[in-house]
C-alpha cells in the first residue's frame, strides 16, 4: 500500500538559513528531514478512521512531517474528521515557520495546530508520570546527541521509568509513553538502538510497550541525509503501542529516492531471537536460507564449545601512561586490529602508529591473558567492506618469549577460560568464521557495522571436534584460499 502513496503526497520543505542549520546540527543535534523521506514516513501508516486523530511530532523543526502526514489525510487516506497536531520545537526561529506552516493547513482543513516551545524531555516525561496517554498517532525525527548522566534530562527520564543515553531514545520513549492503545508510531532514527548494552533498557521498554509492525532500512550509510553529510546508519520503525506482536515487515532501499524498494514480511523471531536476553533487534536483508542455515551440523553454541568470546579489556585512552611504543623489559605485547595482516599476526608493526606494548604491573595484570592461541575479530567496520567478520589466529610463536597478552577494546577476543585453547581448534575457528557463507549470515540478521561480543555469543557454531578437524586442515595447507574455505562447509551438511 505505502508505495503507491509515495507518488501521490507531495512535500515542500521551508528553507533553513545555512547558519541556523549549522547551529541546530553540532547543539541540538537534530537534522532536517529531506522530503522523500518525510513522504515515505507518512505513507507507512496504516489506513485509520478514528474520529479524532491526534497527532505528535517532537522536535518538528518547519513541520515537513507534519505536512507529509496531513498531506496524506487531505488526499483521502485516513478517515478522520479533524486533526490535532501537536508539535514540539525548541528553537524560536523555526517555531514560527511551524506555525506558519501548520496555521496554512487550517485555513483548509479541520485542522488545530497546538505547537509548544518547552523541552519535550521535560514536558513529556511529566505527562508520563501522570499516567497521561492521548496521541493517535506520532511522526519523528528526532534530535541525536549523548544525554549527560547528570543532566536535568537524565534525571526527568528516570523518574519517568526511562533509562537511555541518548535524546533520540528518548523520544521515542516519551512518545511511546504518551501513545493512547493501538496508537502507531513512525521514528527515523539511528541503528545503534539495535544492538549493544548501552540501549538495552530502551529496547526492553520499547518491545514491553509496542510491536514492531515495520522496519526500513537505508542499504547506503550515507545517502539518507546525504545533504548534511550523516554518517550514522539510520532506520525507519513503525510501532503500535500495545499491539499484539506479529511478523515483522522489513522494506530496503538504497537511497531516499526509493527507486529499488524492496519488501518482505518475517516471523519475529528472526528479528528478536527468542533466547536473546540483550533483545537485540536483528534487520535480515533477504528471506532465502543461505547456505549456512541449511547445514544441521552447525548448532553449537560456544558454551557447548567450552568457549567464551570477551571484548578486548584494554581501553588504550584509559590506560595511556602504562602503554609504550615499542616493547621493554617490563611490557607485554598490545595487540590492536592493524596487528592482524591476512589471518596471522605481525607484532610488533611499529609502522601503524600506535603503541605495541603495554606495561605488565599490578594495575594492568587484570586486563591480560597468557600467552597462548587465541581467535580475534575485529569489532569495527565501515559499512561499505566486504565482510563483517574479520578472523585473525594468534600464535604464541609471534611474540618471542613474552608471558602475557594485552587484548586493545576494538578487537573480541575467543578464549578458553580467559586462556589459550589448543592450536586446532583455535585454527579451526578462524576458519570457521572465515567462511563467505558465515559473513553473509551475519549481515543478514546483523547489518550494522560493529561486530560484538554478543553477536559473536549469539552465533551457532560446528561441534569442537569438526572444528579442530577443520583446523587441523587448514594447518597443513598453510594459507588456503578463500576458494577452498568456502568448499568447506560442505563437511557441515
Same mark, same amino acid.
Given at each position: ?69 496531513? @498531506? ?18 525548541? @528553537? ?62 537524565? !534525571? ?68 539518507? !541525509? ?76 560456544? #558454551? ?41 599476526? #605481525? ?147
Amino acid at each position: 500500500m505505502f508505495p503507491e502513496l509515495l507518488e501521490r503526497l507531495e512535500v515542500e520543505p521551508i528553507g533553513v538559513p545555512p547558519a541556523l542549520a549549522a547551529f541546530r546540527k553540532s547543539a541540538l543535534g537534530q537534522f532536517m528531514t529531506p522530503a522523500a523521506i518525510a513522504r515515505f514516513m507518512a505513507s507507512m501508516f496504516p489506513p485509520s478512521d478514528v474520529p479524532v486523530c491526534r497527532l505528535l511530532d517532537a522536535g518538528a523543526g518547519t513541520g515537513s512531517l507534519s505536512s507529509s502526514f496531513l @498531506d496524506r489525510w487531505e488526499a483521502g487516506d485516513f478517515g478522520f474528521s479533524r486533526v490535532e497536531a501537536h508539535a514540539y520545537e525548541i @528553537d524560536e526561529t523555526l517555531r514560527g515557520q511551524l506555525e506558519e506552516r501548520l496555521n496554512s493547513y487550517a485555513s483548509r482543513l479541520p485542522v488545530e495546530p497546538k505547537v509548544e516551545g518547552s523541552d519535550f524531555i521535560l514536558r513529556a516525561a511529566e505527562l508520563c508520570l501522570r499516567g497521561e496517554s492521548e496521541f493517535t498517532h506520532a511522526i519523528l525525527n528526532p534530535p541525536y546527541k549523548k544525554i549527560s548522566s547528570k543532566s536535568q534530562h537524565r !534525571f526527568s527520564l528516570r523518574r519517568a521509568g526511562i533509562e537511555t543515553v541518548n535524546l533520540y531514545s528518548a523520544f521515542v520513549a516519551l512518545a511511546l509513553g504518551l501513545m493512547a492503545p493501538g496508537g502507531e508510531l513512525v521514528a527515523i532514527i539511528p541503528r545503534s538502538f539495535c544492538n549493544g548494552p548501552y540501549y538495552r533498557s530502551f529496547r526492553q521498554y520499547m518491545l514491553e510497550r509496542a510491536a514492531i509492525r515495520h522496519i526500513h532500512l537505508f542499504a547506503s550509510r550515507t545517502k539518507a !541525509f546525504k545533504d548534511d553529510e550523516v554518517l550514522q546508519e539510520n532506520v525507519i520503525i513503525r510501532l503500535q503501542r500495545g499491539g499484539q506482536q506479529g511478523s515483522v515487515t522489513v522494506s530496503t532501499s538504497s537511497d531516499d529516492s526509493f527507486c529499488d524498494l524492496t519488501t518482505h514480511s518475517y516471523p519475529f523471531d528472526q528479528i528478536v531471537l527468542s533466547d536473546d536476553s540483550e533483545r537485540f533487534i536483528h534487520v535480515p536483508t533477504s528471506p532465502e536460507p543461505n547456505a549456512l542455515s541449511l547445514s544441521g551440523s552447525v548448532r553449537y553454541s560456544l #558454551e557447548d564449545l567450552g568457549l567464551t568470546v570477551s571484548t578486548g579489556p584494554v581501553v588504550d585512552f584509559r590506560v595511556k601512561q602504562h602503554l609504550r611504543e615499542t616493547p621493554g623489559s617490563d611490557t607485554v605485547p598490545l595487540l590492536y586490529p592493524g596487528h592482524f595482516k591476512g589471518k596471522a599476526t #605481525e607484532w610488533p608493526y611499529p609502522s601503524m602508529r600506535k603503541p605495541d606494548a603495554i606495561c605488565r604491573n599490578a594495575e594492568t595484570e587484570k586486563w591480560l591473558y597468557p600467552t597462548g592461541f587465541y581467535c580475534a575479530v575485529r569489532r569495527f567496520s565501515s559499512k561499505e567492506e566486504k565482510r563483517r567478520i574479520v578472523p585473525g589466529l594468534v600464535h604464541p610463536n609471534a611474540f618471542g618469549s613474552a608471558e602475557m597478552l594485552g587484548f586493545e577494546n576494538h578487537l573480541n577476543v575467543f578464549h578458553e577460560g580467559r586462556r589459550g585453547m589448543p592450536e586446532a581448534l583455535a585454527r579451526g575457528l578462524v576458519t570457521f568464521l572465515s567462511m563467505t557463507a558465515v559473513d553473509d549470515q551475519f549481515r543478514r540478521f546483523n547489518g550494522h557495522t560493529q561486530v560484538n561480543a554478543t553477536d559473536l555469543r549469539l552465533m551457532k557454531y560446528p561441534s569442537r571436534k569438526e572444528l579442530v578437524a577443520l583446523g587441523e586442515w587448514s594447518s597443513k595447507l598453510g594459507e588456503p584460499t578463500q576458494e577452498l574455505i568456502d568448499e568447506q562447509l560442505g563437511r557441515f551438511a
